[in-house]
């Protein structure tokens, strides 16, 4: 099943992925959107700096029925069906159940702890998937449970790509997936660097953009 979710999760820049599973389709801080684009089911917006709540984007795949799940900071960016969440909960959207965990810096200071902005853990068709927003390598997830783990490897704003797989190695989920490169900060080789330091103990993905 997990290679089944994986097949159907793609890639769309920076923190940005798409998820086709359970009858549903989930965007991750969707981000310079472009090409075929289609219409959300379930937008998670992880808090509200605008390279990861961007309302224009938003309103390229927002529906009637699309339901957004985020904290109030860019809650108030936003119109619609929005759910208000902080860090430590969870809600059902029908085949999808969403789990809020934190995000956070713990050595910089562009991500305050007291900001309660989020990470989010999906389970669908039976598969967990963690996409960790942007955050440094904190206590917390040491309890995360995930089969699939997108974790941001560009170090300056988030975890450095060595930093991350110590992350990797805390949540010991089956594939990770570096992200939060190739954009605004971050590079090709932070996410190598990434896949070399777990090599022989994690599987890890590098994404390709669609």
């Keep these: 099943m997990i290679d089944k979710i994986l097949a159907n999760l793609e890639w769309l820049g920076h923190d940005c992925f798409r998820l086709r599973a359970g009858g549903k389709v989930i965007y991750f801080d969707p981000f310079q959107l472009a090409g075929d684009l289609v219409p959300a089911d379930i937008i998670l917006i992880s808090h509200e700096h605008y390279d990861h709540c961007s309302p224009e984007d938003i309103a390229k795949i927002q529906q009637e029925s699309t339901v957004i799940i985020t904290w109030q900071h860019s809650a108030a960016k936003l119109a619609g069906d929005v759910k208000r969440l902080g860090p430590w909960r969870t809600i059902t959207c029908d085949s999808v159940t ?18 309660n902005w989020l990470g989010f853990i999906v389970t669908v068709e039976g598969v967990r998937i963690y996409h960790a927003g942007d955050t440094d390598y904190i206590p917390e997830m040491a309890d995360y449970r995930a089969d699939i783990a997108l974790l941001p490897v560009s170090g300056t704003y988030v975890m450095t790509a060595d930093e991350a797989a110590q992350a990797a190695l805390a949540i010991n989920p089956q594939v990770a997936i570096p992200m939060h490169f190739g954009s605004l ?9 990434f896949a070399s330091r777990l090599e022989g103990r994690i599987r890890v993905l590098l994404p390709r953009k669609i």
């Design 98 to 115: 969403v789990e809020t965990v934190p995000a956070y810096n713990t050595n910089k200071k562009f991500h305050p702890q007291a900001n």
């Design 185 to 193: 900060v971050g590079k090709q080789s932070d996410a190598e660097r």
